[in-house]
């Protein structure tokens, strides 16, 4: 995950980005998205506020009359219950994959971490019988995205599900991102028997991410408009406290405790989040930014799905907003909660199989 969301100068004219951090709600945002979005942020902010107090005030007619901040919540899912196999997704396993990844150091350029990363990923995946492909964006060892596929029966319009391996120079990155690599393997494993699916699945483990996305946005070339993914993007540190950018603080009460997973969506990739949400049971936070919070979200390897117009949804414990140890050399396998991130995968794995039906 990006410490800050990357300049527009780098990711085309997107959009104009305001100095960044990362997460947000759900049917509010969805609401507010909606609206016409006034051009000053202030005024945005000030819009956003009034727009929810009166949503509030009508609530609050509708039942007791008392008066209490609408509260930002993690949802637990109404249904959860699905008419699909239900994976055996393994904790032990994550840890041993994360404990791997780790074990050589940070994931960065020419650092040894790399070459054994890489290493471990292609022979996890070959020994699932998974042939791997190399897709290379560039001319030196680190510039390699893996790519792993159980290809399907009738439509070559791939369901992704993705993760970046690399780190930042200092951080050993355990749950950024060997938490998601990890899962992507966990996932793989298990997938790798489904009866010939509809449409291809892919397994993409991305480089370049920390640097800018850069595995991600390559990796657009190679594939389909209809190709859809989901990123895992940080999913294995749980604590007792959360926070929430600063700029949504005027209209959102922070969760107080860091035990939910983060679905973060545009409009376009809403039916996604809907159908990941239905499979979890853990706590989730489905979040829909308007254009004018976007900027927060734009950290990670869904930015160049956005951009090229195709659906994909983040899936994170939402980074630096709960976890301590964010881009440090004490982000270490020690400090992840794998029955959590066990709960993650076994999720993706249901939606991943509903998708490529
Ligand atoms: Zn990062």
Redesign the pocket.
């Given at each position: 995950?990006?410490?800050r969301p990357c300049a527009p100068t780098s990711r085309g004219s997107r959009r104009r980005l305001v100095s960044g951090l990362p997460l947000p709600s759900t049917a509010t945002f969805v609401r507010l998205a909606r609206r016409p979005v006034p051009r000053r942020r202030d005024q945005a902010l000030r819009a956003a506020s009034t727009a929810n107090v009166r949503h509030e005030q009508r609530a609050i007619r509708r039942t007791d009359g008392r008066i209490r901040k609408r509260a930002m919540r993690p949802a637990f899912p109404a249904v959860a219950r699905i008419p699909y196999p239900v994976a055996m997704i393994s904790a032990k396993r994550l840890r041993a994959h994360v404990e791997a990844l780790t074990a050589h150091g940070p994931r960065f350029e020419d650092l040894p971490g790399v070459a054994a990363c890489l290493r471990y990923s292609t022979d996890q995946l070959s020994a699932m019988g998974l042939k791997v492909r190399v897709e290379r964006y560039g001319s030196e060892l680190h510039q390699v995205n893996l790519v792993a596929e159980i290809e399907g029966g009738t439509s070559d319009d791939a369901v992704e599900l993705c993760a970046?391996w690399d780190?930042?120079e200092v951080?050993p990155?355990a749950d950024?991102?060997a938490s998601g690599v990890a899962g992507v393997l966990e996932a793989a494993r298990v997938l790798r028997d489904a009866d010939l699916p509809a449409r291809t699945i892919r397994f993409c483990l991305f480089g370049g991410?920390?640097s800018g996305f850069d595995g991600s946005a390559a990796h657009q070339a190679f594939i389909t408009a209809q190709t859809e993914s989901i990123v895992f993007?940080?999913i294995g540190h749980t604590a007792a406290h959360q926070r929430i950018p600063d700029e949504l603080s005027d209209f959102l009460e922070a969760p107080e405790r860091g035990d939910f997973i983060a679905l973060v969506a545009d409009e376009r990739s809403q039916d996604l989040q809907t159908r990941f949400a239905r499979h979890l049971e853990i706590p989730s936070l489905p979040l829909i930014l308007p254009a004018f919070a976007e900027h927060v979200a734009m950290?990670?390897d869904h930015v160049p799905y956005w951009d090229a117009g195709r659906r994909s949804l983040l899936v994170t414990d939402t980074?630096d907003y709960r976890n301590a140890h964010?881009?440090r050399a004490d982000d270490t396998a020690d400090t992840l909660d794998y029955e959590f991130a066990a709960n993650v995968v076994t999720a993706a794995v249901r939606t991943v199989t509903e998708l490529a039906q």
């Open positions: 995950m990006l410490l970046h780190t930042v951080s990155g950024d991102n991410e920390e993007e940080m950290r990670s980074a964010y881009h």
